[in-house]
């Protein structure tokens, strides 16, 4: 391996691992924010609204396919590992064939029931057409969004992040000149974003497949690997569906929280917009912590190293905490500064930092929970995580969103203090399972 973090001081090792993983999920995240920047300057309230929820449509059903080429990803590393290269070669063979599936079906809901979608996020009426070309435009090219993101999977399970990680930097740059062009000279607004994302994607998908073409791969990947093999594909969909199922659940309830807002007015929409693209930012280092637990803690559980394990959650803790009191302070008193960034509406800037304030205070929550989800992940007590935050989703986010919107006249502060709300329950779960799993008498090891 080139990462053994069975031995050596553990915070060292864990900050070294995980700083690359946060610098990819830095560009993935300016990736997304790009739309809604250059709308904001250069488009209407409306044309942010219509990037808001048409990207967080869109981005449902990316995560989606995302968490569910999960199966794939640990499929191969697992047939790599094990030496056998053609089962690997039939499972990405089986993968291309099911995403292409999963591609088209998601073509064709975009595309045909852009309308029904819109509907159903209650996007504002001024916001409404464009929200449906948005989501009409990105949906038709979601072959190519799927091409793009399963590609990365593959490369993942081969070992290879660096690959992804320039796939990533390629598409962001591309989407920063489609956006300039589109947007800011054609004034195509929102539907100048749809393309720029589309045409990115589609950039970095040919770089990638020269990249795999000049790539001296572990195995061959035959025509005749290009079908459905049952069980490859069971092996895929078993490991995936739980990932994709949480992931799928839990994107939904911010879908519902979303429309929430959408009732109140066009000026609320576009604030929230410009809220989640700030957010996607300031917890950017809690979700690179989860993402390098997972790795950390796996290898450490797979040695029987549990005492290391859980030395690691405790510094990924507390390093975390750090970043998120800073965090917190930002985002809470100077959430206006940010929120100016992607937008330069008043009225816009003041409802993102309304809702700002409530999320500033999930800063101090998250890091505490995306610690603890990656250490689940790594001790393979997933099942766990999907209870968690199915149970934060469904019991309190949408419910507490629900009652703000009635008793809060209006206030996107109140309506935000839905996630804190239910961050503060998946914690209390986690710390829970947590004692439990201290004071069994015989530490979780490799064959707990």
């Given at each position: 391996?080139?990462?053994?973090?069975?031995?050596?001081?553990?915070?060292p090792?864990?900050?070294?691992?995980?700083?690359?993983?946060?610098?990819a999920?830095?560009?993935?995240?300016?990736?997304?924010?790009?739309?809604?920047?250059?709308?904001?300057?250069?488009g209407?309230?409306?044309d942010?609204?219509?990037?808001?929820?048409?990207?967080?449509?869109l981005?449902?059903l990316?995560?989606?396919?995302?968490?569910?080429?999960?199966?794939?990803t640990?499929?191969?590393a697992?047939?790599?590992?094990?030496?056998?290269?053609?089962?690997?070669?039939?499972?990405?063979?089986?993968?291309?064939?099911?995403?292409a599936?999963?591609?088209?079906?998601?073509?064709?809901?975009?595309?045909?029931?852009?309308?029904?979608?819109?509907?159903?996020?209650?996007?504002?009426?001024?916001?409404f057409?464009?929200?449906?070309?948005?989501?009409?435009?990105?949906?038709?090219?979601f072959l190519?969004?799927?091409a793009?993101n399963?590609l990365?999977?593959?490369?993942?399970?081969?070992?290879?992040?660096?690959?992804?990680?320039?796939?990533?930097?390629?598409?962001?740059?591309?989407?920063?000149?489609?956006?300039?062009?589109?947007?800011?000279?054609?004034h195509?607004?929102?539907k100048?974003?749809?393309?720029a994302?589309?045409?990115?994607?589609?950039?970095?998908?040919?770089?990638?497949?020269?990249?795999?073409r000049?790539?001296?791969?572990?195995?061959?990947?035959?025509r005749?690997?290009?079908?459905?093999?049952?069980?490859?594909?069971?092996?895929?969909?078993?490991?995936?569906?739980?990932?994709?199922?949480?992931?799928?659940?839990?994107?939904?309830?911010?879908?519902v929280?979303?429309?929430?807002v959408?009732?109140?007015?066009?000026?609320?929409?576009?604030?929230?917009?410009?809220a989640?693209?700030?957010?996607?930012f300031?917890?950017?280092?809690?979700?690179?912590?989860?993402q390098?637990?997972?790795?950390?803690v796996?290898?450490?559980?797979?040695?029987?190293?549990t005492?290391?394990?859980?030395?690691?959650?405790?510094?990924g803790?507390?390093?975390?905490?750090?970043?998120?009191?800073?965090?917190?302070?930002?985002?809470f008193?100077?959430?206006?500064?940010?929120?100016?960034?992607?937008?330069?509406?008043?009225?816009?800037?003041?409802?993102?930092w309304?809702?700002l304030?409530?999320?500033?205070?999930?800063?101090?929550f998250t890091?505490?929970?995306?610690?603890?989800v990656?250490f689940?992940?790594?001790i393979?007590?997933?099942?766990?995580?999907?209870?968690?935050?199915?149970?934060?989703a469904?019991?309190?986010?949408?419910?507490?969103?629900?009652?703000?919107?009635?008793?809060?006249?209006?206030?996107?502060f109140?309506?935000?203090?839905?996630?804190?709300?239910?961050?503060?329950?998946?914690?209390?779960?986690?710390?829970?399972?947590?004692?439990?799993?201290?004071?069994?008498?015989?530490?979780?090891?490799?064959?707990?």
């Open positions: 391996m080139n990462n053994n973090f069975t031995e050596g001081a553990i915070l090792k864990l900050l070294k691992f995980m700083l690359p993983v946060l610098f999920m830095f560009l993935q995240a300016m990736y997304g924010a790009v739309d809604l920047l250059v709308v904001g300057q250069f209407t309230d409306a942010v609204s219509a990037v808001s929820t048409g990207s967080q449509i981005q449902t990316t995560n989606l396919i995302v968490s569910f080429s999960m199966g794939i640990v499929s191969v697992q047939r790599i590992g094990q030496k056998r290269p053609r089962e690997a070669a039939k499972i990405i063979g089986t993968g291309l064939v099911i995403f599936i999963a591609g088209a079906v998601f073509t064709v809901i975009s595309v045909f029931g852009a309308g029904r979608l819109a509907d159903v996020m209650q996007a504002p009426e001024e916001a057409d464009l929200t449906k070309s948005y989501i009409r435009i990105c949906g038709g090219g190519i969004i799927t793009y399963l990365g999977s593959i490369f993942r399970g081969l070992g290879d992040s660096k690959t992804p990680l320039i796939a990533v930097g390629i598409a962001c740059g591309f989407n920063i000149i489609g956006d300039l062009l589109f947007v800011s000279v054609f195509l607004g929102a100048g974003a749809a393309l994302t589309v045409m990115a994607q589609l950039v970095s998908v040919i770089i990638s497949f020269f990249i795999i000049r790539t001296q791969l572990p195995f061959e990947l035959h005749k690997d290009l079908r459905l093999e049952s069980s490859c594909a069971n092996n895929i969909i078993r490991i995936g569906t739980p990932i994709a199922l949480q992931d799928f659940l839990v994107g939904i309830s911010f879908l929280l979303l429309a929430i959408n009732q109140i007015s066009v000026t609320a929409s576009a604030g929230v917009g410009v989640n693209k700030v957010c996607a300031i917890m950017l280092v809690p979700l690179a912590f989860m390098s637990m997972s790795a950390f796996a290898q450490n559980y797979g040695a029987g190293h005492d290391r394990a859980v030395k690691a959650l405790k510094s803790i507390a390093v975390s905490l750090v970043f998120g009191v800073v965090m917190f302070f930002v985002s008193f100077h959430g206006d500064i940010l929120s100016g960034i992607f937008s330069n509406k008043p009225d816009t800037v003041a409802a993102a309304d809702y304030k409530a999320y500033s205070i999930d800063c101090l890091c505490f929970l995306f610690c603890f990656g689940y992940n790594g393979e007590k997933t099942g766990f995580v999907m209870i968690q935050g199915i149970a934060g469904f019991l309190v986010r949408i419910p507490v969103a629900f009652l703000m919107q009635r008793i809060g006249n209006g206030s996107l109140k309506i935000g203090l839905a996630t804190p709300c239910s961050t503060v329950l998946q914690i209390v779960m986690c710390f829970a399972v947590y004692v439990w799993f201290t004071k069994k008498e015989a530490p979780v090891g490799k064959n707990a």
